[in-house]
């Protein structure tokens, strides 16, 4: 069965400690593996796609890598700003609904 | 700001009432996709239009449907509402065509529908 699984599911960082958020994938055919942002009562907010193993994506204190079987988000000297749910999402087929969404690794960042 | 808007913010019903929820994509989008969102369930996909026509469907209960009118909006219709049904409800939208950005999704600031 294609499953996504995020870890952890609660972080908390002090203030210029930087991390990695997991997201591990089994599903057959990847096609693009996506990380979004979200914050307390709003809407998803996209940050990157990565479609082949090796590939990295940065976006000022967050960089995305791929792997054939999982994605890290490196998040490098947080601020407080960046406390929010960060959630990843598979495409496994050709059809861009097919999409499953992981359960999310909620940051908290202490200053 | 997506582009993506949803109205309304908030709806407070009753059990057993019906409600449509509106969505407006990205301009130039052609693919409106809908998920509910509750704190047990995380993000699912209930379905998704393309420029008009139902292009796939998720876990979306038989008491709810979805139409994507000729101007690109979409409304969720949610029928003979239960207790269990109080979620947000977001909608995403996608470009269309042949570039890898179509399978990007961006969503909307949702809906809270809360049924007491």
């Known amino acids: 069965e294609d499953q996504v699984t995020q870890s952890p599911e609660a972080l908390r960082l002090q203030e210029g400690e930087s991390s990695s958020l997991n997201c591990s994938y089994t599903?057959?055919?990847?096609?693009?593996l996506f990380w979004y942002r979200q914050d307390p009562g709003k809407g998803p907010e996209f940050l990157f796609t990565?479609?082949?193993a090796g590939e990295e994506k940065e976006k000022e204190r967050l960089k995305a890598t791929l792997t054939k079987k999982e994605s890290f988000l490196h998040i490098t000297a947080p601020k407080p700003e960046d406390s929010a749910t960060y959630l990843c999402a598979v495409r496994r087929d050709s059809s861009a609904s097919k999409i499953i969404f992981g359960s999310g690794t909620r940051l908290s960042i202490r200053p | 700001d997506s582009g993506v808007t949803q109205t309304p913010k908030h709806l407070i019903t009753a059990t057993g009432q019906r409600v449509t929820l509106r969505c407006s994509p990205r301009?130039?989008?052609?693919?409106v996709y809908w998920y509910q969102q509750s704190l047990d369930q995380g993000l699912q996909f209930l379905i998704q239009?393309?420029?008009?026509?139902?292009?796939a469907k998720g876990n979306i209960l038989e008491r709810f449907s979805a139409q994507q009118f000729p101007d690109l909006h979409s409304e969720l219709n949610l029928s003979s509402l239960e207790l269990g049904d109080s979620a947000l409800y977001f909608c995403?939208?996608?470009?269309?065509?042949?570039?890898?950005?179509?399978?990007?999704?961006?969503f909307g600031p949702g809906t809270r529908l809360t049924v007491t």
């Open positions: 301009s130039g989008d052609l693919s």
């Open positions: 239009y393309y420029n008009g026509e139902e292009r």
């Open positions: 990565l479609y082949s």
């Open positions: 995403a939208s996608s470009e269309s065509g042949t570039s890898g950005k179509h399978y990007e999704q961006y």
């Open positions: 599903v057959s055919g990847l096609r693009g």
